[in-house]
């Protein structure tokens, strides 16, 4: 007997079983949300060992299975709890800062913080490979995930001090926030495995990403919650690549790219796939992600138990008796039941109830939900025996009422009619049978609806209330206006005692979990109202953008055309006026306009039209309507296409440090070209105009085209570079306009620079000859002449010039007021010499022990190209022998070689 009392019914469960249910839903619990789980867990528990211990096993397990991001002191952004960077029970590495993090799960905090030990730390030549992708990997996360965390943490061979050992990177991240790539609302995760083998000098990377995205859905779970939650769509791949073992910097790139790669990819690819869903895949699917997520109203599950277990068929069949309804606060009310339900549980919708006196009169609709004030449904004993006594008599009808006529089976057909005496006939074998039951049920009811009407009669005259607009009011949710509306008169005026009543029947947890939801209902839509203004801005944006397509597509095009000529307009003030033969056009004043269009017509414009004539001038470029040739637009100037080509687009890079062994040339060219740029009021102080251009020459290599760009990177100026040669064309005329347009650009760029090297080309000295290519030479020159003269009055504008033939220059070219300042570039000193060759090996590993001193001895007669190709050769001897340093003698193979090479070059002097 004892055992039979200690065994456990059926229905109760085990400690161990509430404590693995418990565990299940904290462990299931969605992204985020397993706080707001766990406290209506708690409450559903009521049992505080079981709470304790479910929770101090899940919440570790799902804090690294979900990868939180904790704050942690003395480290800027989060940092991620994981299994990777775990080293004992509740301590967690941090390797960038080198602490250790002891976290409190269940808070979800980190409570203290201390140093790492020396052997929790991986070593120094692990650090740097580590620090390096650490870098690498926080650019990539900060361009692609704003809101993201990552962590890079050593999880093999971290003891290892130099190359020969094996290791393991894994790199994680996370971006749980919304985001422009991170289009869902959940998490987004990718964890990388990096095997570093350094045997084979090969990486084996593996990646598993993994997003997940969710919709509102409601739901039924289990027997005794409802749950208004997500639809969880996951979406899971993994990746498998390599690259080649190489430093830790470009490993880092090599690595920080193939991410990068991998996920651009599955990203796009994953919007892809979602887009062509079809409609129907999920109903509650309506708009793209990301979507707001509700969370589950744990509060709003209750459950209700009667004093004895009804079957179902009884239950609807006591629908209608008188029952007493117990409040939370212990009041009671007389009550029935108008509709019901069953879900594996009792499932109330509606239960009308009066006061114990009889004066007053409610419904409670959908109260196992909204009411949240009914404790207990108690049902007397004697009318469960009324009901069962009712309910037997009903099934000992007359075969006449509630008879079943027709075949068995699911093709019969039952038809129920109730007429106010309770009569039910039924044709379909057992559903005509059901039909019956029915007709019964409909009667009980409308019998009770009408007794209820006299009822409320008795309290005021309603005679436009009728049963079937009581019954369609009692299958609906009802505010408290709708119920006074559909009451009697004397309830309209104890509306504002029935709210009091029912705030003073409300507990505090009541009301709180009411807020709750009110709050919960706000947060929805306010989310639902900023999504709108987001797709309303999107939608305007949209709407700008095609406004300006159909504004270019109404545009007419415009003709091309060039002022010819200017021309003011000044009538004379005593002209006849001779009624309609006066001339309107010539009465005008101000300025008129002749333009010549590219269909070779010339125009006269009395009225130019929508732009300012005092800012046209002759040769202008304008924009014409090609009806009325009114001038409607500027248009900027016309240059050859090679002129255009001739300018440096990127900024050059020089600097005088660069240049050895020519200091003295620098100053003078500071001072003709520099200065004038940027201290021009230090030369109108002393009232000295500066000169106009320099002529850079000397023999090949000695650094004239180096000095130039050095000038124009120290005068952040435009810089034009013109090739002698390019200047000679086949067409007569051709050359000139080259050199014409190069100056107008130069005008318009101002401050600029214009290198002309080997100027040799068309420099040179005339003479007479009858070959037209020489004449077409000789023009060229000659509106370069013309040029150098004609800008001198804008001193933002200076000519370089460079050749290593100044002997055959025409001397027009040379003289004072054109090119005033010339440069000799002679080959470079010992000193010079010991100075280019440290600069052009700076970049070099170069061993301590060369002498520059006594390479500069050894390299009588050379200029700078030379001395760079000495470097050069030295570096490929190196290269060669697969050493890592460049020695003296490398230097010295080198000269030798580039000596054997100067003795075949030519002799450019006569």
Same mark, same amino acid.
């Given at each position: 007997?004892?055992?039979?009392?200690?065994?456990?019914?059926?229905?109760?469960?085990?400690?161990?079983?509430?404590?693995?249910?418990?565990?299940?839903?904290?462990?299931?619990?969605?992204?985020?949300?397993?706080?707001?789980?766990?406290?209506?867990?708690?409450?559903?528990?009521?049992?505080?060992?079981?709470?304790?211990?479910?929770?101090?096993?899940?919440?570790?397990?799902?804090?690294?299975?979900?990868?939180?991001?904790?704050?942690?002191?003395?480290?800027?952004?989060?940092?991620?709890?994981?299994?990777? =960077?775990?080293?004992?029970?509740?301590?967690?590495?941090?390797?960038?800062?080198?602490?250790?993090?002891?976290?409190?799960?269940?808070?979800?905090?980190?409570?203290?913080?201390?140093?790492?030990?020396?052997?929790?730390?991986?070593?120094?030549?692990?650090?740097?490979?580590?620090?390096?992708?650490?870098?690498?990997?926080?650019?990539?996360? *900060?361009?692609?995930?704003?809101?993201?965390?990552?962590?890079?943490?050593?999880?093999?061979?971290?003891?290892?001090?130099?190359?020969?050992?094996?290791?393991?990177?894994?790199?994680?991240?996370?971006?749980?926030?919304? *985001?422009?790539?991170?289009?869902?609302?959940? *998490?987004?995760?990718?964890?990388?495995?990096?095997?570093?083998?350094?045997?084979?000098?090969?990486?084996?990377?593996?990646?598993?990403? +993994?997003?997940?995205? $969710?919709?509102?859905?409601?739901? #039924?779970?289990?027997?005794? %919650?409802?749950?208004?939650?997500?639809?969880?769509?996951?979406?899971?791949?993994?990746?498998?690549?390599?690259?080649?073992?190489?430093?830790?910097?470009?490993?880092?790139?090599?690595?920080?790219?193939?991410?990068?790669?991998?996920?651009?990819?599955?990203?796009?690819?994953?919007?892809?796939?979602?887009?062509?869903?079809?409609?129907?895949?999920?109903?509650?699917?309506?708009?793209?992600?990301?979507?707001?997520?509700?969370? !589950?109203?744990?509060?709003?599950?209750?459950?209700?138990?009667?004093?004895?277990?009804?079957?179902?068929?009884?239950?609807?069949?006591? +629908?209608?008796?008188?029952?007493?309804?117990?409040?939370?606060?212990?009041?009671?009310?007389?009550?029935?039941?108008?509709?019901?339900?069953?879900?594996?549980?009792?499932?109330?919708?509606?239960?009308?109830?009066? #006061?114990?006196?009889?004066?007053?009169?409610?419904?409670?609709?959908?109260?196992?939900?909204?009411?949240? $004030?009914?404790? %207990?449904?108690?049902?007397?004993?004697?009318?469960?025996?009324?009901?069962?006594?009712?309910?037997?008599?009903?099934?000992?009808?007359?075969?006449?009422?509630?008879?079943?006529?027709?075949?068995?089976?699911?093709?019969?057909?039952?038809?129920?009619?109730?007429?106010?005496?309770?009569?039910?006939?039924?044709?379909?074998?057992?559903?005509?049978?059901?039909?019956?039951?029915?007709?019964?049920?409909?009667?009980?009811?409308?019998?009770?609806?009408?007794?209820?009407?006299?009822? #409320? #009669?008795?309290?005021?005259?309603? =005679?436009?209330?009728?049963?079937?607009?009581?019954? *369609?009011?009692?299958?609906? =949710?009802?505010?408290?206006?709708?119920?006074? $509306?559909?009451?009697?008169?004397?309830?309209?005026?104890?509306?504002?005692?029935?709210?009091?009543?029912?705030?003073?029947?409300?507990?505090?947890?009541?009301?709180?979990?009411?807020?709750?939801?009110?709050?919960?209902?706000?947060?929805?839509?306010?989310?639902?109202?900023?999504?709108?203004?987001?797709?309303?801005?999107?939608?305007?944006?949209?709407?700008?953008?095609?406004?300006?397509?159909?504004?270019?597509?109404? +545009?007419?095009?415009?003709?091309?055309?060039?002022?010819?000529?200017?021309?003011?307009?000044?009538?004379?003030?005593?002209?006849?006026?001779?009624?309609?033969?006066?001339?309107?056009?010539?009465?005008?004043?101000?300025?008129?306009?002749?333009?010549?269009?590219?269909?070779?017509?010339?125009? !006269?414009?009395?009225?130019?039209?929508?732009?300012?004539?005092?800012?046209?001038?002759?040769?202008?470029?304008?924009?014409?309507?090609?009806?009325?040739?009114?001038?409607?637009?500027?248009?900027?100037?016309?240059?050859?296409?090679?002129?255009?080509?001739?300018?440096?687009?990127?900024?050059?890079?020089?600097?005088?440090?660069?240049?050895?062994?020519?200091?003295?040339?620098?100053?003078?060219?500071?001072?003709?070209?520099?200065?004038?740029?940027?201290?021009?009021?230090?030369?109108?102080?002393?009232?000295?105009?500066?000169?106009?251009?320099?002529?850079?020459?000397?023999?090949?290599?000695?650094?004239?085209?180096?000095?130039?760009?050095?000038?124009?990177?120290?005068?952040?100026?435009?810089?034009?570079?013109?090739?002698?040669?390019?200047?000679?064309?086949?067409?007569?005329?051709?050359?000139?306009?080259?050199?014409?347009?190069?100056?107008?650009?130069?005008?318009?760029?101002?401050?600029?620079?214009?290198?002309?090297?080997?100027?040799?080309?068309?420099?040179?000295?005339?003479?007479?000859?009858?070959?037209?290519?020489?004449?077409?030479?000789?023009?060229?020159?000659?509106?370069?002449?013309?040029?150098?003269?004609?800008?001198? =009055?804008?001193?933002?504008?200076?000519? @370089?010039?460079?050749?290593?033939?100044?002997?055959?220059?025409?001397?027009?070219?040379?003289?004072?007021?054109?090119?005033?300042?010339?440069?000799?570039?002679?080959?470079?000193?010992?000193?010079?010499?010991?100075?280019?060759?440290?600069?052009?090996?700076?970049?070099?590993?170069?061993?301590?022990?060369?002498?520059?001193?006594?390479?500069?001895?050894?390299?009588?007669?050379?200029?700078?190209?030379?001395?760079?190709?000495?470097?050069?050769?030295?570096?490929?001897?190196?290269?060669?022998?697969?050493? $890592?340093?460049?020695?003296?003698?490398?230097?010295?193979?080198? @000269?030798?070689?580039?000596?054997?090479?100067?003795?075949?070059?030519?002799?450019?002097?006569?």
């Amino acid at each position: 007997m004892a055992d039979e009392e200690d065994e456990l019914p059926e229905t109760e469960l085990s400690y161990d079983q509430k404590k693995e249910i418990a565990k299940w839903f904290l462990l299931n619990a969605p992204a985020g949300e397993i706080n707001y789980v766990a406290k209506d867990l708690k409450a559903v528990l009521r049992d505080e060992e079981v709470y304790n211990e479910a929770a101090m096993e899940a919440f570790p397990l799902y804090n690294k299975s979900h990868m939180i991001c904790l704050e942690m002191p003395n480290r800027a952004g989060d940092v991620i709890v994981s299994s990777y =960077s775990e080293i004992t029970e509740n301590e967690y590495l941090d390797p960038r800062t080198a602490q250790v993090a002891i976290v409190d799960h269940v808070q979800q905090i980190c409570t203290k913080v201390r140093p790492a030990d020396d052997e929790e730390l991986a070593s120094s030549y692990i650090e740097e490979f580590r620090c390096a992708l650490d870098a690498e990997i926080q650019r990539y996360v *900060s361009e692609s995930y704003p809101k993201g965390v990552f962590a890079v943490n050593c999880v093999k061979g971290k003891d290892a001090d130099g190359p020969g050992t094996d290791f393991e990177f894994v790199v994680i991240i996370t971006a749980r926030k919304l *985001s422009p790539q991170n289009f869902c609302n959940g *998490s987004w995760r990718s964890v990388w495995n990096i095997d570093f083998q350094d045997e084979s000098q090969v990486l084996d990377i593996k990646g598993k990403l +993994q997003v997940t995205f $969710t919709t509102h859905l409601s739901l #039924s779970v289990g027997a005794h %919650y409802f749950e208004e939650g997500n639809v969880e769509l996951d979406a899971k791949k993994e990746f498998q690549d390599s690259t080649i073992f190489q430093s830790a910097d470009d490993c880092a790139i090599a690595i920080a790219n193939i991410i990068r790669h991998h996920e651009t990819e599955y990203l796009a690819a994953l919007e892809v796939a979602y887009s062509k869903l079809p409609d129907n895949t999920f109903k509650d699917l309506r708009r793209k992600l990301p979507v707001t997520r509700t969370l !589950f109203p744990w509060q709003n599950t209750l459950q209700f138990s009667l004093t004895r277990e009804l079957p179902l068929s009884l239950l609807k069949t006591a +629908q209608g008796h008188p029952m007493l309804v117990e409040l939370k606060n212990g009041e009671t009310y007389n009550g029935h039941l108008v509709n019901c339900d069953t879900w594996m549980n009792i499932h109330l919708r509606e239960v009308i109830c009066t #006061s114990k006196d009889g004066d007053r009169f409610w419904r409670m609709p959908e109260c196992y939900i909204r009411g949240n $004030t009914i404790k %207990y449904l108690r049902v007397p004993d004697e009318v469960i025996d009324k009901v069962q006594e009712e309910k037997t008599r009903t099934d000992r009808k007359p075969p006449g009422v509630g008879r079943g006529r027709g075949r068995e089976g699911p093709k019969g057909m039952g038809r129920g009619m109730d007429d106010g005496a309770a009569r039910g006939r039924g044709r379909g074998g057992s559903i005509g049978k059901m039909g019956g039951n029915k007709g019964t049920e409909k009667t009980i009811k409308r019998r009770h609806i009408q007794e209820g009407m006299k009822d #409320s #009669s008795s309290l005021g005259s309603r =005679s436009s209330q009728t049963p079937k607009t009581l019954l *369609s009011s009692s299958r609906r =949710s009802l505010s408290l206006s709708d119920l006074a $509306t559909d009451m009697a008169t004397p309830m309209v005026e104890d509306t504002s005692s029935f709210e009091e009543d029912q705030l003073a029947s409300m507990s505090t947890e009541d009301i709180v979990r009411a807020t709750r939801l009110l709050e919960n209902e706000i947060r929805i839509l306010k989310e639902d109202a900023q999504r709108t203004n987001l797709e309303c801005d999107s939608y305007k944006e949209k709407i700008k953008e095609n406004q300006e397509k159909i504004k270019l597509n109404k +545009q007419l095009p415009y003709l091309v055309g060039n002022i010819v000529e200017i021309l003011e307009m000044n009538p004379e003030d005593d002209a006849e006026e001779d009624g309609a033969n006066i001339d309107l056009d010539s009465q005008r004043k101000g300025k008129c306009v002749v333009l010549k269009t590219s269909t070779r017509q010339t125009i !006269f414009l009395p009225v130019v039209g929508l732009v300012d004539p005092d800012s046209l001038k002759p040769g202008d470029l304008v924009g014409v309507n090609k009806d009325s040739y009114l001038i409607l637009d500027t248009l900027p100037s016309e240059y050859d296409s090679r002129v255009k080509a001739m300018e440096v687009d990127e900024k050059p890079t020089e600097d005088y440090n660069d240049i050895g062994g020519l200091e003295k040339q620098i100053q003078e060219l500071v001072e003709a070209i520099v200065l004038p740029m940027t201290h021009k009021e230090r030369f109108e102080k002393l009232g000295v105009r500066p000169p106009k251009g320099v002529l850079l020459y000397g023999p090949p290599g000695t650094g004239k085209t180096l000095m130039a760009r050095a000038c124009a990177a120290q005068t952040n100026a435009t810089f034009l570079k013109l090739a002698g040669p390019q200047l000679v064309q086949m067409f007569i005329g051709d050359g000139a306009k080259l050199v014409r347009d190069a100056f107008q650009l130069a005008k318009d760029k101002a401050p600029c620079i214009i290198f002309i090297d080997e100027i040799d080309a068309i420099g040179t000295k005339r003479f007479d000859s009858e070959v037209s290519g020489d004449r077409e030479v000789q023009r060229t020159m000659l509106e370069l002449l013309n040029q150098l003269d004609g800008f001198s =009055s804008d001193e933002r504008i200076k000519v @370089i010039a460079a050749t290593n033939r100044a002997d055959i220059l025409d001397p027009a070219l040379m003289r004072s007021g054109r090119l005033d300042r010339k440069i000799e570039f002679p080959h470079p000193t010992e000193e010079a010499r010991a100075r280019i060759l440290q600069i052009h090996s700076r970049k070099m590993n170069v061993h301590p022990d060369v002498n520059f001193e006594e390479l500069a001895r050894s390299t009588d007669d050379f200029n700078g190209a030379q001395l760079k190709a000495v470097c050069v050769e030295a570096g490929m001897l190196a290269l060669r022998r697969d050493a $890592t340093e460049v020695n003296h003698e490398d230097f010295n193979e080198g @000269i030798i070689q580039v000596q054997a090479k100067k003795k075949a070059s030519l002799n450019y002097y006569a």
